[in-house]
Structure formats: C-alpha cells, structure tokens
C-alpha cells in the first residue's frame, strides 16, 4: 500500500511540472501574417499539448492588438474582443484543433504572457494595445484555471494541464481501489 502512495506522489509531481530550459514553444508556425523585417511570435496555448505558433512580420512599431489583428484576419484563427473605446479586453479564442482543457471550475480563462526570449515568461499586466513588440519577441495566451479570487494564473506557458486538486485526488482514488483488485 505505502508504494502505491507513493508512485500516486510521485505521478502528482510529475504532473505539475518541473522549470523548463530552453525554449518553451518549438512548433512550427502555423502561418505567417503581415510583413516587414521584424517577426514576433503569438502563441495560442491550450492545454500544453495543443499549442499553436504565428509569427507576425512588420516594419517601424507595433503592438500585440496589431499582431492579433493581422493573424486573425490572415487565415482560421479567431479572436473574440470587446472595444471600450478606451482600451480592447481580449477575452476568447479559436483554432482548428484547439481545444480548450475542461478544468472542472468556474475560474477559468486566457492569461497573457510575454517573453524577449520564448524561456523567460512574464504574466502580462498590460493590455495589447500596450505591449510595443520588438523584433523576436513571444506572447503567450494560455488557456488555465484561476485560484477564486482571480489573483495568478495557475498554468505558464508550456506547462500541461492540470486536472483540479480534487479530480486528481478522485483519480489517485481510483488506483488505489483498481490496484486492491
């Protein structure tokens, strides 16, 4: 019994993850939308094993709502926005293939990351229209659950899916009870 527990820790560490090294995104783009000399990447992520890269080529400046406009209007990804006049809130996604993860709780949705590096992420604090882009830049919206009061995402980008604590924990059940058997 005592090994069945801890393979069950053991998988539950595994699961949550370890700090990755190097890039965190290698797919290759899906498509490539705009032109110029300069290229960021937009990454939709929705569940770690379904992630799906754009780069966006510009010259002079631009921002995140530039590239997500012109890989939205460049082929079958979609983008759901409210313009307040004051600011645009990007609040959904699509994607052939994406699926968004069922985390079994109601705080769910997109967070915003950036990186200069596609390693180091930041959790975004600034909308799209905020974020001046340079030349190899990465943004990141993944899709995750949230703890009630909203505060941090609990996925970063590149990280698997993980199941609700109580979901796991009916899982680790499971085994037990299968392995008694």
């Given amino acids: 019994m005592k090994k069945i527990w801890m393979m069950f820790v053991v998988s539950l560490v595994s699961v949550q ?58 082929g079958a990804f979609e983008m759901s926005y409210a313009d307040y006049g004051w600011g645009v809130w990007v609040y959904d996604f699509g994607y052939p293939g994406g699926t968004e993860f069922d985390y079994g709780a109601a705080n769910t949705g997109w967070a915003y990351f950036t990186s200069e590096n596609n390693s180091d992420w930041d959790f975004s604090m600034v909308g799209v229209q905020g974020r001046t882009l340079t030349d190899g830049s990465w943004d990141s919206w993944v899709w995750t659950d949230y703890p009630a009061d909203w505060s941090m995402p609990n996925r970063q980008p590149g990280q698997a899916a993980v199941p609700e604590p109580l979901t796991l924990a009916l899982l680790g059940v499971g085994a037990v009870l299968m392995r008694r058997r």
């Fill in 17 to 74: 993850g370890v700090a990755m090294q190097g890039p965190t995104y290698s797919n290759t783009p899906e498509y490539v939308a705009g032109s110029g000399v300069n290229t960021a990447s937009i990454t939709l992520d929705f569940d770690g094993s379904s992630a799906f890269v754009f780069h966006y080529q510009w010259d002079g400046q631009a921002t995140a709502w530039d590239a997500l406009q012109a890989i939205d209007a460049a």
